[in-house]
């Protein structure tokens, strides 16, 4: 029986070492299969945390985060990792490219370590770089950029590199974590239009992480963080 929900956190509370306060600390968060759903909150509200619990990172002191269908806190951490690398990818607010690797061979860096993602990229077409240079053009990243090193792209044009990065393969949940704060408003809009279309295609839970509040139009869901989280003396 398929879980309802992708991602299921219940009766959640999470403090770093040494805080007299959790950072966090809600009865329930739950995100459907497919869903678009917009996070928001100021800076120090505990975003990076949730992002944290939802990937595995971390771990709760109380509570249970549930990741389609698995109970995280049952994994060992090289189990975490695992899962994290097969079923989600994450666009990082820096981006986190590697500058000595050219667009394409970043963008296949996930289907080094997921043989699960490997395998669903070499379902769709007859090698790994040519689906890589396929969701790159579907991106909108000229050709003639694939073969650079990333570091020699504009940072627009990087962010469609670390799109594509966590689009390949078709993990289930994309998380993005405020990948648009570097980019002027025509830019902002036209990339998140191009990563719904994206995540549509693939069938994938996009959520995607910001404090800025102008972005939540975009989306039919959205969880506004300081409502949600009943922590007092947050700070991450």
Known sequence: MTCPNALTLENIQFSWPKKMQPTLAFPQLNIAHQQHVFIKGPSGCGKSTLLGLLCGILTPQQGQVSVLGQDLSSLKQAQRDQFRADHIGYIF?????????????????PCRFSRLRKQRTLQDGPSLPQQAKQLLLRLQLPENCFDQPVNELSIGQQQRVAAARALIGKPEIIIADEPTSSLDTDNRQAFISLLMEQANQSQACLIFVSHDANLQAHFEHSVDLTQLNQATGVSA
């Open 93 to 109: 607010q820096q981006f986190n490219l590697l500058p000595y690797l050219s667009v394409i061979d970043n963008v296949l860096l």
